[in-house]
Structure formats: C-alpha cells, structure tokens
C-alpha cells in the first residue's frame, strides 16, 4: 500500500519565520504535490513536481517554494510565513501512466495543519 | 481547466444508495474523473476513477453519459462510516503539465 508520510500533524510558528514542510513517499512515484486546504475553498494546488528537480507553479504559488532533490521527498518551503498561511497543508504522490498521458490516482498523506501566529 | 459543481452538502440514512452528480460542462478530451473520499483530520483517499460508461469496484460505481459533460458516484447500502466529503475532480496529467481543479466538495452525513 502506497505511504505518503508528512513530517508533522501539527505545528506553530511565528510570523517572518522560514518554515519547511516535509513529505516522503514510499512508491517510487514520479509525481508530488502540495495543496493547502481551506474551509469553504476546497484544496488548491500550490506546486508539483513530475521530477526530481523539477517543479511547476500550482494555483497558488506566491509566498511559497518547493524542493525536490530525492525521488521520494517533496518539501514546501514558507520563505517568511504570514498569518494568511495558516491552513491544513496536504502532500500528494502519484505514479505515471504506461501511456503517459492519463490520470493516475494521488494518494495523500495526512496533512500537516500548520498555525502562524 | 474543466470546473466541476456538486452539490453542497446530502443527507441520506443507513443502508440507502447514495448518487452524488458532478458536472462538468468544459470537459477537455483526455482528461479523466475521479472521485476521493475525505474524512474529517487525514487525507483524500481515492474512491473510483473513470474515463466513460459505467466503472465498478468494490466499493462504488461511477455513471458517465456519453457526452461526458457529468458524472454520478453512487454508493450502493451506505453506513455511518460513509459519512464524509467526496470531491469530484477532472483533469488529467501530461509530462509537465497539471490539469485538475478539486472543488469544495459535498458533504454527505449518513443518519441512522
């Protein structure tokens, strides 16, 4: 079964801080995501990566970075983290189709609900 | 990008079907549709996906008519544990590129 382990449940910190979210997968997937998720507004991407070192802007990329130097470990990076950054953060995997053009599943980890004060 | 509707929010009670119908009027040729599942404190878990006509598994059918333009999870004999959101969500992954739009989802509350 496909694991997707985000470093934290829970986690405060303080504003202007550089915060890092932490996400690793265990299925040699090609593909990790970052989404946060807000009551009333669904989940919105913020960045994905198909490759190691690769990266696209999501919807909503600004204040945020990504890295992704290992096939298995995606991280988010808050660059000087703001009040409105407070949200439950998701990290997602997903493999790649044979036909490379198709939709596979995102498995998800459990989120990460980060607090800045 | 294919925006999806669904309703808010549906109320049903134990041992009913349950159909939730997503729209999606702008749908793009290769994208596909999938529906996740979420319960309150973890993840999206993935229920079914489909491309057109009918696909089973075991725990749910999705209905897709020939123009493609919607969509209908149904979950035969719900429980208590149904009680969740369920997102409906369209798009497709190419190299490089990202085509999904996850909605707000319906918020299904199953009564005993």
């Known amino acids: 079964d496909v694991k997707v382990t985000q470093s934290s449940r829970y986690l405060v910190k303080r504003t202007g801080e550089k915060v890092f979210l932490e996400c690793v997968q265990d299925?040699?997937?090609?593909?990790m995501f970052w989404y946060r998720q807000d009551p009333g507004l669904g989940l919105r991407l913020i960045y994905f990566?198909?490759?190691?070192?690769?990266?696209e802007k999501g919807d909503i990329p600004e204040g945020y970075s990504v890295s992704r130097e290992k096939k298995e470990r995606f991280s988010l990076i808050l660059e000087s983290a703001s009040t409105n950054q407070t949200s439950m953060y998701l990290c997602?995997?997903?493999?790649?189709?044979?036909?490379?053009?198709?939709?596979?599943?995102?498995?998800f980890g459990d989120g990460t609900r980060l607090s800045i004060l | 990008l294919a925006k999806t509707t669904q309703p808010i929010s549906m109320d049903s009670y134990e041992g009913q079907e349950v159909n939730i119908t997503c729209s999606h009027n702008n749908i793009a040729t290769n994208d596909y549709i999938t529906w996740y599942q979420q319960f309150p404190s973890q993840g999206p878990r993935f229920i079914i996906q489909g491309y057109k006509t009918k696909v089973t598994n075991e725990v749910a059918s999705l209905f897709i008519p020939a123009d493609r333009k919607s969509s209908t999870l149904s979950l035969p004999r719900v429980s208590l544990s149904d009680t969740a959101v369920y997102y409906c969500?369209?798009?497709?992954?190419?190299?490089?590129?990202?085509?999904?739009?996850f909605g707000t989802g319906t918020r299904l509350k199953v009564l005993a």
């Open positions: 997602a995997s997903s493999s790649v189709a044979e036909t490379g053009d198709s939709s596979q599943p995102q498995h």
């Open positions: 969500l369209v798009g497709g992954l190419g190299v490089g590129t990202y085509k999904y739009i």
């Open positions: 299925m040699d997937h090609e593909n």
């Open positions: 990566s198909y490759d190691v070192k690769m990266k």
